[in-house]
Nanobody, 121 residues
């Protein structure tokens, strides 16, 4: 059974960097041909695809977030990580990590339960 679990601080101050980790069990993040993504949902808004890292380590990002976003991985821990720089209150959202064979989906086959991140001073 594949499970994804997000972890990280629930409160981040404006201008700081938001860092979240997704720990994967039941599947290797190097398994062909999966995309490992980050998706978020601000309060009262729809799901937004942020970016992904592939089984081979290649990354892709939403154009609107590309300048502030980095996704990396630690294959020894079977984890991948999101960093979002220079956050503002508009980055307040529930953040999900996900796995799918499609590159930029907001309806992945498998995703974590999500973690609430609030940006506030």
């Amino acid at each position: 059974q594949v499970q994804l679990q997000e972890s990280g601080p629930g409160l981040v101050k404006p201008s700081q960097t938001l860092s979240l980790t997704c720990t994967v069990s039941g599947s290797s993040i190097t398994t062909n041909f999966y995309y490992w993504s980050w998706i978020r949902q601000p309060p009262g808004k729809g799901l937004e695809w942020m970016g992904a890292i592939t089984y081979s380590g290649s990354t892709s990002y939403s154009p609107s977030l590309k300048s502030r976003t980095s996704i990396s991985r630690d294959t020894s821990k079977n984890q991948f990580t999101l960093q979002l720089r220079s956050v503002t209150p508009e980055d307040t959202a529930v953040y999900y990590c996900a796995r799918d064979l499609r590159a930029r989906t907001t309806t992945p086959t498998i995703r974590g339960k999500g973690t609430q991140v609030t940006v506030s001073s």
